[in-house]
């Protein structure tokens, strides 16, 4: 499940990305192009640390982003993004190391971003230092904890991201509180967007998507409750695809569903399952991989 939540808080920082400079960097909207768009560097990523796959190690936590200034020029800079959960070890030479080798690569500015996931207690370094004998290098990187701010901080925030890190928050509890009181807690951030009026109905449908896959619930019930408040809370203010949406995320955990039993339970290959169940290919081999098949 950890795996699974690290790769859904990946992609919705991508989706949220302009949301995410503001709520990092109050001074976005003077430095950046944003209209100029971002491009996602995983590939770069992946050939700048090589080591780590034969290591059997994983990407999927690692953000590059380039994205561009507004300065008149296509000068631009690279954003690297750290999503940390519990471990800390060597994770400030880690983020040193991944600066020298960008530089090295790109010769670009870099604007390193450490976010930690883990609980209140977990370690949150924010900077690397060697010294011998007279030579002595610190590098310092912005680093920030979901829980820095409180529930109604974020909640307050005029930034729509601020609702990703509140669910990150409260992945926290989902295995320590009833599931009745996560269903409440994942209606809050719901209404929160939806009464915000600051997202269109694409992005409604896939944050909706996001928060009901993050902060997954088994109970039918509560799941129910949660489908008919959003109908509630989107009558009269949205087009009817707010509903449907509600459907259609209702039939895609029919499918996972569907395809996690063929992997259990069959040989079928992966290309077979997905053209079974119609999903992509990928999906059935992410879920393949979080199954340890």
Same mark, same amino acid.
């Given at each position: 499940?950890?795996?699974?939540?690290?790769?859904?808080?990946?992609?919705?920082?991508?989706?949220?990305?302009?949301? !995410?400079?503001?709520?990092?960097?109050?001074?976005?909207?003077?430095?950046?192009?944003?209209?100029?768009?971002?491009?996602?560097?995983?590939?770069?990523?992946?050939?700048?640390?090589?080591? !780590?796959?034969?290591?059997?190690?994983?990407?999927?936590?690692?953000?590059?982003?380039?994205? #561009?200034?507004?300065?008149?020029?296509?000068?631009?800079?690279?954003?690297?993004?750290?999503?940390?959960?519990?471990?800390?070890?060597?994770?400030?030479?880690?983020?040193?190391?991944?600066?020298?080798?960008? #530089?090295?690569?790109?010769?670009?500015?870099?604007?390193?971003?450490?976010?930690?996931?883990?609980?209140?207690?977990?370690?949150?370094?924010?900077?690397?230092?060697?010294?011998?004998?007279?030579?002595?290098?610190? #590098?310092? #990187?912005?680093?920030?904890?979901?829980?820095?701010?409180?529930?109604?901080?974020?909640?307050?925030?005029?930034?729509?991201?601020?609702?990703?890190?509140?669910?990150?928050?409260?992945?926290?509890?989902?295995?320590?509180?009833?599931?009745?009181? !996560?269903?409440?807690?994942?209606?809050?951030?719901?209404?929160?967007?939806?009464?915000?009026?600051?997202?269109?109905?694409?992005?409604?449908?896939?944050?909706?998507?996001?928060?009901?896959?993050?902060?997954?619930?088994?109970?039918?019930?509560?799941?129910?409750?949660?489908?008919?408040?959003?109908?509630? !809370?989107?009558?009269?203010?949205?087009?009817?695809?707010?509903?449907?949406?509600?459907?259609?995320?209702?039939?895609?955990?029919?499918?996972?569903?569907?395809?996690?039993?063929?992997?259990?339970?069959?040989?079928?290959?992966?290309?077979?399952?997905?053209?079974?169940?119609?999903?992509?290919?990928?999906?059935?081999?992410?879920?393949?991989?979080?199954?340890?098949?």
């Amino acid at each position: 499940m950890r795996r699974k939540n690290d790769i859904l808080l990946k992609s919705a920082f991508e989706e949220a990305f302009p949301d !995410l400079l503001r709520f990092f960097f109050p001074e976005t909207d003077s430095i950046f192009d944003l209209s100029h768009g971002f491009e996602f560097m995983d590939k770069e990523l992946n050939e700048l640390f090589p080591e !780590l796959e034969r290591k059997g190690g994983s990407r999927f936590v690692d953000m590059l982003v380039k994205t #561009y200034l507004k300065n008149g020029t296509e000068e631009w800079i690279l954003i690297h993004l750290e999503i940390q959960g519990e471990r800390t070890d060597n994770f400030a030479f880690r983020m040193f190391q991944y600066w020298y080798r960008i #530089y090295d690569r790109f010769e670009t500015d870099i604007i390193a971003l450490a976010v930690f996931t883990g609980g209140k207690n977990q370690k949150r370094p924010n900077h690397f230092l060697k010294s011998f004998l007279g030579t002595e290098i610190r #590098y310092k #990187y912005n680093a920030y904890h979901i829980l820095d701010h409180t529930e109604q901080q974020l909640l307050s925030m005029e930034n729509p991201f601020a609702l990703i890190i509140l669910a990150a928050q409260k992945a926290l509890l989902a295995d320590k509180i009833p599931e009745q009181e !996560l269903g409440e807690q994942r209606l809050t951030i719901a209404r929160a967007l939806i009464q915000s009026k600051k997202y269109d109905n694409e992005q409604i449908r896939r944050f909706l998507y996001f928060l009901k896959t993050f902060l997954h619930i088994d109970n039918p019930k509560i799941n129910i409750k949660f489908d008919q408040e959003i109908d509630i !809370l989107t009558k009269n203010k949205h087009a009817m695809g707010i509903i449907e949406t509600i459907k259609m995320i209702t039939l895609e955990e029919g499918k996972m569903d569907f395809v996690k039993s063929l992997l259990l339970d069959t040989d079928f290959d992966d290309q077979k399952i997905a053209a079974l169940c119609k999903v992509e290919e990928s999906e059935v081999k992410q879920l393949r991989q979080d199954l340890a098949l």
